[in-house]
């Protein structure tokens, strides 16, 4: 059989979980797009750019994809590589750079 450049390398079903997912990562702006485009976006739930949803591999959410397939990136991945916001916030942010081992007031009770 032919190799082409572009096919995916094929990986063991045994090894590796099923890909059950899209993940959709809004690239570009719909801002100068006509309103069918804009509301294909929110009904996929991006808002802004470089935000990421994840969908269930299914007919609508494929359809709902070709139909602004310019506009966003997409990818396969299985569900435990699924991501909610705020650990996605979590993994963005930056350490603080130190620890905080024990304040001056550690024993203390505060009246109320």
Do not use: C, D
């Amino acid at each position: 059989s032919r190799s082409f450049a572009t096919a995916t390398p094929k990986q063991p079903a045994s090894k590796s979980e099923p890909n059950t997912h899209f993940k959709i990562t809004l690239r570009r702006s719909a801002i100068a797009l006509g309103e069918r485009k804009k509301e294909t976006l929110v009904a996929l739930g991006l808002h802004r750019r470089m935000q990421t949803v994840y969908h269930v591999h299914s007919p609508e959410a494929a359809g709902k994809i070709l139909k602004v397939k310019e506009l966003v990136e997409v990818e396969n991945v299985p569900a435990k590589a699924i991501r909610s916001q705020s650990e996605q916030r979590k993994e963005r942010k930056a350490s603080r750079g130190y620890q905080v081992q024990g304040t001056k007031l550690g024993g203390l009770t505060w009246e109320t």
